[in-house]
């Protein structure tokens, strides 16, 4: 299958090896992974501040790029969410609204396009450690994802997967939610990290880097530091830890 | 910045500090998740009757005027007084009215919101009446003068000993742990205060059109004895609280008490259809109905999130969401707290002054699922935001989103601020987490993210050559 890989802007500027890690996955499984340059921001961030004209102009521009793809797949549950379910509301009456439903329906988080799409459970990958995962929210509520990754990561040899009490509970991101109101940001991610301590796991585990950046940050800053690692990092992974 | 943003800013940094109150809060609701679990599995399925609610008040609340209509007529056709108001001034005016006329003195209440968010003790209060709460959690936190915490549960951020010590300085009473003693303290003042009111007031927590009667659901049997002893009962209701049909309650009564409190049926529930009959031997002289709109008619007249008006007031979202968990009931400075409230607050009391409710939630969705009525709380949230700035955006949010729009209209652009970044970067270790960062609200108490030596594209394109 020919794959458009969409590789959110915070991805690529803080997290390439994730997209590398994408990439390898895909191809190992057989097939072609392309990466339209053109592509910058999906417009969530306007989008999710109320500014839906500003948010249009980047979400059309974004459609353009991937109009002829085959297959969507977004390394992001959030950004994935925004091209999946909000890009039909956001054009709704609008001249673009068959384009965003063609392109919602094209669109898979990465662990949705493995399992349920490839209908890949066992990527062949290996990883030794203690490991917890961490559901994010437009994963778990938008996409309806609980299960996917799970059952991706319940194959992968020598990884022991532990589950936290607050495995659903949201990190505090919600990008610019983080810096409008950092102190309840904060504070929901202090709870989530306390959480995740208290699995005794060595890793944590998303398929979402922006969730990743509000947990490391967190235990780097309070001194506890802990690897967080994205999805495709751990099925990219042949025994040894990545990076 | 409006004045309520201000003060909610200023109240979410203190709460969120303390951690005394998070571990209270979670500690509280932890044996309310595992019985609202255990008791929502006995449903066949609590998706289908979540489905099946939803389609219910979806009739009810879509075809208002009918229901309301046909209930008002049921009620009166058993000598119930209906009034209808408009908003909370109209409201108070006709119960003082009721009072007056009655030469009222002495008033006993059962929970209502309803009644908070229209001031009513307050106005009464002012007016020289004596109002007494009765339920528990509404009584001691009139005794402290603040507004509930909670919409189900008002004292919920109290400890033992604080209601110990409030209970010793107010009534002086000795002090106590045990919460049976506590009770008996706060039932014998209460005893006394029933057998002296003339009015009592309730609130409802269904209207049924199909029989004109009204359901109070409870677990004290504070409202069986505020409805039945006194000589009037006034009972204060949203227009929305309609449900069609008497059958209805079959689920709704098991789903409130479910999601509200974790029971599988609370402990008296109550269906009210008039006052003293001819043939009845007791039972209050007379029954008012106040009917109150305050702006509800603005939910309904906007047919996006309308759904809104399902709400039972349960309080389920309340308790799974991490805002409200992290910054407490009273930092919303609203009657409806936590996410419901969010919602509805800024279509209550104007959009500009509150559309800071609506900003402050990650957009998580977890009200969402727990809502046992299936309104679109989180993403009603969105269009609130979107609603404010349409109407007026944030002047800095408008210089942001032009430059975003820019830089990524434009790969090169794109490029050329990830190379600028990487520079900045270099310095940023200087400032970082003091006042002179740029980046401080994220980086006083968050680590920053290093940009990478080279983008994923940058390794693309390297890879292909």
Redesign the interface.
């Known amino acids: 299958m020919r794959i458009s890989l969409f590789v959110p802007c915070f991805v690529d500027a803080c997290y390439p090896q994730v997209a590398m890690a994408a990439v390898e996955v895909l191809e190992r499984l057989g097939h072609t992974v392309e990466f339209p340059e053109a592509q910058t921001c999906c417009g969530q961030p306007p989008f999710n501040t109320g500014m839906w004209n500003e948010a249009r102009v980047v979400a059309r521009r974004h459609m353009r790029v991937f109009e002829d793809a085959e297959a969507i797949v977004a390394l992001s549950g959030s950004c994935g969410a925004m091209m999946k379910v909000f890009y039909p509301e956001l054009f709704s009456g609008d001249a673009d609204e068959p384009l965003a439903r063609e392109i919602s329906s094209k669109t898979r988080e990465f662990s949705d396009f493995l399992v349920n799409v490839l209908q890949v459970t066992d990527v062949g990958a290996s990883f030794p450690g203690r490991a917890t995962y961490h559901d994010g929210c437009h994963s778990l509520r938008e996409l309806r994802l609980k299960r996917p990754p799970r059952t991706l990561l319940e194959n992968v040899r020598g990884l022991e997967l532990v589950e936290m009490d607050e495995a659903e509970t949201c990190c505090g991101f919600g990008g610019m939610f983080s810096v409008k109101f950092p102190m309840i940001s904060s504070a929901m991610g202090e709870v989530k990290c306390d959480s995740i301590e208290a699995t005794g796991a060595e890793f944590v585990i998303s398929s979402d880097s922006s969730c990743l950046m509000q947990i490391e940050g967190i235990f780097r800053r309070s001194g506890r530091p802990r690897r967080c690692l994205h999805l495709a990092e751990v099925l990219a992974s042949r025994g040894s830890l990545p990076g | 910045m409006s004045a309520p943003s201000r003060e909610f800013?200023r109240q979410?940094?203190q709460v969120?500090?303390d951690l005394n109150h998070?571990s209270f809060v979670?500690k509280a609701l932890d044996g309310y998740y595992r019985k609202r679990d255990e008791y929502s599995a006995r449903f066949r399925s609590w998706q289908g009757a979540r489905d099946l609610a939803f389609e219910i008040k979806f009739d009810a609340i879509n075809h208002l005027d009918h229901h309301l209509e046909e209930f008002a007529r049921k009620a009166e056709a058993r000598g119930t007084r209906v009034h209808w108001c408009p908003d909370g001034g109209a409201a108070t005016q006709t119960i003082l009215e009721i009072a007056r006329q009655n030469n009222v003195r002495s008033i006993i209440k059962s929970k209502s919101m309803t009644t908070e968010e229209i001031h009513l003790n307050d106005a009464l209060e002012a007016r020289g009446f004596g109002v007494f709460e009765s339920d528990l959690g509404e009584y001691i936190v009139q005794l402290r003068h603040e507004p509930p915490y909670h919409i189900v549960f008002p004292a919920m951020h109290l400890t033992r000993g604080q209601i110990s010590d409030l209970f010793q300085s107010e009534l002086g009473s000795a002090p106590t742990n045990d919460p049976e003693e506590l009770t008996m303290i706060a039932r014998r003042v209460m005893r006394k205060k029933f057998c002296e009111a003339d009015m009592g007031i309730s609130g409802a927590n269904f209207a049924v059109s199909e029989t004109g009667m009204i359901s109070i659901t409870e677990n004290e049997g504070n409202a069986r004895l505020t409805t039945s002893l006194p000589r009037i009962h006034v009972a204060v209701l949203g227009i929305e609280k309609v449900l069609p049909r008497m059958e209805d309650l079959a689920l709704f009564l098991p789903m409130l008490a479910t999601s509200g409190a974790g029971q599988a049926l609370t402990g008296y529930n109550t269906l009210i259809g008039g006052p003293r009959q001819s043939d009845e031997a007791d039972g209050p002289g007379q029954f008012h109905i106040v009917l109150l709109d305050n702006r509800r008619t603005v939910i309904l007249a906007d047919p996006e999130q309308r759904d809104a008006l399902h709400c039972i007031r349960c309080g389920a979202c309340l308790n799974v969401c991490?805002?409200f968990?992290?910054?407490g009931g009273h930092t919303y400075g609203t009657t409806y707290p936590g996410p419901i409230g969010s919602v509805i607050t800024p279509h209550l009391r104007g959009l500009q002054s509150w559309k800071h409710l609506s900003?402050?939630?990650?957009?998580?969705?977890?009200c969402?699922?727990a809502c046992p009525v299936k309104i679109d709380i989180h993403h009603h949230l969105?269009r609130?935001?979107?609603?404010?700035?349409?109407k007026k955006?944030v002047w800095w949010?408008?210089i942001l989103?032009?430059g975003?729009?820019v830089?990524?209209?434009s790969?090169r652009l794109?490029r050329l601020g990830?190379r600028l970044?990487r520079i900045g970067q270099k310095f940023h270790p200087l400032v970082e987490g003091t006042r002179l960062d740029p980046l401080r609200?994220?980086t006083?108490?968050?680590?920053?993210?290093?940009?990478?030596k080279?983008?994923?594209?940058?390794?693309?394109?390297a890879r292909r050559r």
């Open positions: 800013h979410a940094r969120t500090r998070r979670q991490p805002v968990k992290n910054v900003a402050a939630s990650s957009l998580c969705g977890a969402t699922d969105l609130n935001r979107r609603n404010a700035a349409r955006p949010e408008r989103f032009a975003y729009i830089l990524m209209r790969p794109y990830l970044g609200a994220w006083a108490t968050r680590a920053l993210p290093p940009l990478a080279t983008s994923f594209r940058e390794q693309w394109k």
